[in-house]
């Protein structure tokens, strides 16, 4: 209070004023009275700013130093970052983690800068903090929206209670090619689920109220394109059309929008050959004016930077010159703004009022999360031993892995196993491995605390379990850490006798094959996706001497994985689940969780087939597959079908659809219903999915698109009729030139449990 009253003072302000932004006392429950009260409050505080302060909210630096121990002097680098914090020139801060460190970094700005404004703490929270859940991509294979909002709820939870009061999530990228790494990190290939997805992981880190100590800010990325990296490429080029932009990319980044996310990261990627960060079309016209996103958008790592080699910025200067000017309000890690902005905005080169309008947009989220009513509300010690890693937080982990595995072949119902008198033979490195499957972008997760598959069928007592390795997958020379390249197992096949032997000796073998959890993620594309090292050569090993394999897929992305989709009787895709991964395949394996997930992403044959999705558009020669005429759209070598297409997974009993009915209704609105029935022995959970074609529009249309999914739980012999609404929102599109329209003529409407179901009626919209 002393501060302000002496700012008071100095700037010839009522005090009465200053309190209206410093601290408040009053809390008012009525939503756009209190957001009133805080844009009163953040054009008070812009009025003090000093222009060098304002940039300083643009700013945001890396963790830096330990913030307990001494002053940096010694780095250079660390020391003038140091007294950028204690001047006011940092905004925000990201990789700080843990109570101690942020109230020591969050003293020196609300005690000793000027003005005492308040850090925001970033952090990547991707599928959980320290309680690391299933990867986004197999939480997207449960289809479950309230256990995926559930998932981000805890996150959210155990993120706030350790300091932070920023995630960089949820990643709402669609992307259609397996190649790329980062597909782990969001909901796959579809717009429509992806939108759903998005919507329900912010819902999650933000809640009702934003001020709580229990919520945490989302963000929503990286706007644009960036997951049509060209060739799957990790930060290469997007060069995509408008229809696949507004269509495709567009609609989950405006469904979060319009659900209330408070921030965006912009993209590494070209787009239409101009840098996201430097792209005005994207962030000024799109989303800050056509969208009224009234949050902020940070850069990405070192973004501004990067437009320079880019060769669309010229040095530094120029860099935050054209991002400042695009709409990019915060600079994480380039440093360009702190350094260069007051110089661009003194020389006319960027607006004062861009400044303004950056800084207001900051200093909003930060009233929102209550930092300037209390700046250590998220610090409170005894808070953070409570909250980190209890015991519900594990439950619903649990709950969540279940969900999220996919059975994809289950030939003569060698699945489940049975509990008693089976020799069962686990082979796989990843079987007995207690990292690889917390997966990639788990920061503050720690090493070995994920149960592995061989522990979780040890809590089965009725059979006898013998585990052989078979064969590394990364080499044991290899680092294996977020930042370095793995070094893959190419040709040590020592263990393949002892797991030979194993096998010979078993009524079943689990193997347990796929990737390790850094093969995927950022940075960690593939140019084939197949078994990495010698996996391939293991499974066909160990098929030669016991055919009746479970083959247990842990991966980051879909596989190419076709000898053991003709080969193999049981395949079960259980991604990398996080710290309940062993539980959760034991219990699907052995019959105690009926699986139902659905896969959110398509499988190819082969990587040639790549980029395959199911919501393609039809060529002018679609047809021929029965033809020896070759002048049709094909490959001469591969099938045009996918191995496993989107939607699609088994379960361990048997659904029909049938009864397909269509009603139009008034407002331009159309009733779906089909009856759903369980024609197998045991209790299943169905996700029942909606699709349409727009036979002749405007603009060629796919010949499918997801547009309804409901789950069902049925037990056996019974039958559910399931309704669906299909309104303007669902039957139109947009236009090349962005607007959205709905035009009349005739759909298509297909209702199964996959893209590829074949029940289908059609109507007529007027």
Same mark, same amino acid.
């Given at each position: 209070?002393?501060?302000?009253?002496?700012?008071?003072?100095?700037?010839?302000?009522?005090?009465?004023?200053?309190?209206?932004?410093?601290?408040?006392?009053?809390?008012?429950?009525?939503?756009?009275?209190?957001?009133?009260?805080?844009?009163?409050?953040?054009?008070?505080?812009?009025?003090?700013?000093?222009?060098?302060?304002?940039?300083?909210?643009?700013?945001?630096?890396?963790?830096?130093?330990?913030?307990?121990?001494?002053?940096?002097?010694?780095?250079?680098?660390?020391?003038?970052?140091?007294?950028?914090?204690?001047?006011?020139?940092?905004?925000?801060?990201?990789?700080?983690?843990?109570?101690?460190?942020?109230?020591?970094?969050?003293?020196?700005?609300?005690?000793?800068?000027?003005?005492?404004?308040?850090?925001?703490?970033?952090?990547?929270?991707?599928?959980?903090?320290?309680?690391?859940?299933?990867?986004?991509?197999?939480?997207?294979?449960?289809?479950?929206?309230?256990?995926?909002?559930?998932?981000?709820?805890?996150?959210?939870?155990?993120?706030?209670?350790?300091?932070?009061?920023?995630?960089?999530?949820?990643?709402?990228?669609?992307?259609?090619?397996?190649?790329?790494?980062? /597909?782990?990190?969001?909901?796959?290939?579809?717009?429509?689920?992806?939108?759903?997805?998005?919507?329900?992981?912010?819902?999650?880190?933000?809640?009702?109220?934003?001020?709580?100590?229990?919520?945490?800010?989302?963000?929503?990325?990286?706007?644009?394109?960036?997951?049509?990296?060209?060739?799957?490429?990790?930060?290469?080029?997007?060069?995509?059309?408008?229809?696949?932009?507004?269509?495709?990319?567009?609609?989950?980044?405006?469904?979060?929008?319009?659900?209330?996310?408070?921030?965006?990261?912009?993209?590494?990627?070209?787009?239409?050959?101009?840098?996201?960060?430097?792209?005005?079309?994207?962030?000024?016209?799109?989303?800050?004016?056509?969208?009224?996103?009234?949050?902020?958008?940070?850069?990405?790592?070192?973004?501004?930077?990067?437009?320079?080699?880019?060769?669309?910025?010229?040095?530094?200067?120029?860099?935050?010159?054209?991002?400042?000017?695009?709409?990019?309000?915060?600079?994480?890690?380039?440093?360009?703004?702190?350094?260069?902005?007051?110089?661009? /905005?003194?020389?006319?080169?960027?607006?004062?009022?861009?400044?303004?309008?950056?800084?207001?947009?900051?200093?909003?989220?930060?009233?929102?999360?209550?930092?300037?009513?209390?700046?250590?509300?998220?610090?409170?010690?005894?808070?953070?031993?409570?909250?980190?890693?209890?015991?519900?937080?594990?439950?619903?982990?649990?709950?969540?892995?279940?969900?999220?595995?996919?059975?994809?072949?289950?030939?003569?119902?060698?699945?489940?196993?049975?509990?008693?008198?089976?020799?069962?033979?686990?082979?796989?490195?990843?079987?007995?491995?207690?990292?690889?499957?917390?997966?990639?972008?788990?920061?503050?997760?720690?090493?070995?605390?994920?149960?592995?598959?061989?522990?979780?069928?040890?809590?089965?007592?009725?059979?006898?379990?013998?585990?052989?390795?078979?064969?590394?997958?990364?080499?044991?020379?290899?680092?294996?850490?977020?930042?370095?390249?793995?070094?893959?197992?190419?040709?040590?096949?020592?263990?393949?006798?002892?797991?030979?032997?194993?096998?010979?000796?078993?009524?079943?073998?689990?193997?347990?094959?796929?990737?390790?959890?850094?093969?995927?993620?950022?940075?960690?594309?593939?140019?084939?996706?197949?078994?990495?090292?010698?996996?391939?050569?293991?499974?066909?090993?160990?098929?030669? *001497?016991?055919?009746?394999?479970?083959?247990?897929?842990?991966?980051?992305?879909?596989?190419?994985?076709?000898?053991?989709?003709?080969?193999?009787?049981?395949?079960?895709?259980?991604?990398?689940?996080? *710290?309940?991964?062993?539980?959760?395949?034991?219990?699907?394996?052995?019959?105690?969780?009926?699986?139902?997930?659905?896969?959110?992403?398509?499988?190819?044959?082969?990587?040639?087939?790549?980029?395959?999705?199911?919501?393609?558009?039809?060529?002018?020669?679609?047809?021929?597959?029965?033809?020896?005429?070759?002048?049709?759209?094909?490959?001469?070598?591969?099938?045009?079908?996918?191995?496993?297409?989107?939607?699609?997974?088994?379960?361990?009993?048997?659904?029909?659809?049938?009864?397909?009915?269509?009603?139009?209704?008034?407002?331009?609105?159309?009733?779906?219903?089909?009856?759903?029935?369980?024609?197998?022995?045991?209790?299943?959970?169905?996700?029942?999915?909606?699709?349409?074609?727009?036979?002749?529009?405007?603009?060629?249309?796919?010949?499918?698109?997801?547009?309804?999914?409901?789950?069902?739980?049925?037990?056996?012999?019974?039958?559910?009729?399931?309704?669906?609404?299909?309104?303007?929102?669902?039957?139109?599109?947009?236009?090349?030139?962005?607007?959205?329209?709905?035009?009349?003529?005739?759909?298509?409407?297909?209702?199964?449990?996959?893209?590829?179901?074949?029940?289908?009626?059609?109507?007529?919209?007027?």
């Amino acid at each position: 209070m002393r501060k302000a009253i002496l700012i008071c003072l100095i700037l010839g302000i009522s005090c009465k004023e200053s309190k209206n932004y410093l601290n408040t006392s009053q809390k008012n429950t009525n939503v756009s009275v209190a957001s009133l009260n805080i844009e009163r409050r953040v054009d008070s505080l812009l009025k003090l700013m000093t222009l060098e302060e304002k940039i300083g909210q643009m700013n945001q630096y890396n963790g830096f130093w330990d913030a307990t121990g001494p002053i940096p002097k010694s780095d250079n680098q660390a020391a003038l970052k140091y007294e950028h914090l204690k001047n006011g020139l940092v905004g925000s801060m990201l990789n700080v983690k843990g109570v101690k460190q942020v109230k020591a970094l969050q003293k020196i700005a609300v005690e000793e800068t000027r003005l005492g404004i308040p850090l925001i703490f970033g952090f990547d929270v991707i599928h959980g903090y320290k309680t690391i859940g299933p990867i986004p991509l197999a939480e997207a294979a449960s289809w479950d929206l309230e256990a995926i909002k559930k998932a981000a709820q805890n996150a959210a939870e155990e993120t706030a209670a350790s300091g932070i009061n920023w995630t960089f999530a949820p990643m709402v990228d669609i992307s259609r090619d397996a190649r790329w790494g980062r /597909v782990m990190e969001g909901a796959g290939e579809d717009p429509y689920l992806g939108s759903k997805i998005g919507v329900a992981r912010v819902n999650g880190f933000q809640g009702d109220d934003l001020a709580s100590p229990k919520t945490i800010a989302a963000c929503a990325k990286h706007f644009a394109a960036y997951g049509y990296a060209e060739a799957g490429r990790d930060y290469n080029t997007a060069d995509i059309g408008t229809s696949t932009l507004y269509n495709v990319v567009f609609p989950p980044f405006k469904a979060v929008t319009e659900a209330g996310v408070r921030t965006f990261m912009n993209a590494f990627n070209l787009l239409n050959d101009v840098p996201a960060t430097g792209n005005e079309f994207l962030q000024r016209d799109v989303l800050k004016n056509e969208w009224n996103f009234n949050g902020f958008v940070v850069s990405d790592w070192g973004s501004i930077a990067e437009m320079i080699p880019h060769g669309y910025a010229k040095d530094i200067k120029h860099a935050a010159e054209l991002a400042a000017n695009a709409g990019s309000d915060m600079d994480m890690e380039s440093s360009a703004y702190v350094m260069e902005l007051a110089n661009l /905005v003194k020389e006319g080169k960027v607006e004062e009022k861009l400044i303004d309008d950056a800084v207001k947009r900051i200093l909003r989220v930060k009233f929102e999360l209550g930092l300037f009513d209390d700046p250590y509300r998220y610090c409170n010690e005894e808070n953070e031993k409570v909250v980190i890693g209890k015991n519900e937080f594990h439950e619903d982990a649990l709950d969540m892995a279940k969900k999220s595995i996919v059975l994809l072949k289950n030939e003569n119902n060698l699945l489940p196993l049975k509990k008693e008198h089976q020799k069962i033979a686990v082979i796989g490195a990843l079987a007995n491995d207690k990292t690889s499957p917390l997966g990639s972008w788990r920061l503050a997760g720690d090493d070995g605390t994920a149960v592995s598959v061989v522990e979780g069928l040890q809590q089965y007592k009725g059979n006898i379990l013998t585990y052989a390795k078979g064969a590394d997958v990364v080499s044991p020379d290899s680092k294996v850490t977020f930042v370095n390249e793995l070094k893959i197992n190419e040709t040590d096949t020592s263990g393949f006798p002892e797991a030979i032997k194993v096998a010979k000796a078993s009524d079943v073998v689990v193997m347990v094959l796929g990737e390790h959890g850094y093969q995927s993620g950022e940075a960690r594309s593939r140019a084939n996706i197949d078994l990495p090292g010698v996996q391939q050569e293991l499974l066909e090993a160990i098929y030669k *001497v016991n055919k009746n394999i479970v083959l247990v897929l842990t991966n980051g992305r879909p596989l190419a994985i076709t000898w053991a989709d003709k080969h193999i009787p049981a395949i079960v895709e259980a991604w990398q689940l996080g *710290v309940q991964s062993g539980n959760a395949i034991a219990q699907v394996l052995y019959g105690d969780y009926n699986p139902s997930g659905k896969l959110p992403m398509t499988f190819p044959r082969s990587v040639g087939q790549i980029p395959i999705y199911y919501n393609y558009k039809n060529t002018g020669r679609p047809y021929g597959e029965n033809s020896d005429v070759v002048f049709w759209s094909h490959y001469s070598d591969e099938s045009n079908q996918p191995l496993y297409p989107f939607g699609y997974g088994l379960s361990y009993t048997t659904f029909s659809y049938k009864n397909l009915e269509i009603k139009t209704l008034a407002g331009r609105e159309v009733k779906v219903s089909v009856d759903v029935t369980n024609t197998g022995t045991i209790k299943g959970k169905e996700v029942s999915q909606l699709y349409i074609q727009d036979k002749f529009a405007s603009i060629a249309r796919p010949v499918k698109e997801l547009k309804g999914f409901e789950m069902v739980v049925l037990e056996p012999n019974e039958t559910k009729t399931i309704e669906f609404i299909l309104t303007e929102k669902e039957l139109g599109f947009y236009t090349n030139k962005g607007a959205f329209v709905v035009e009349s003529g005739v759909f298509n409407v297909f209702v199964g449990g996959s893209s590829n179901t074949t029940l289908s009626s059609e109507f007529t919209l007027e």
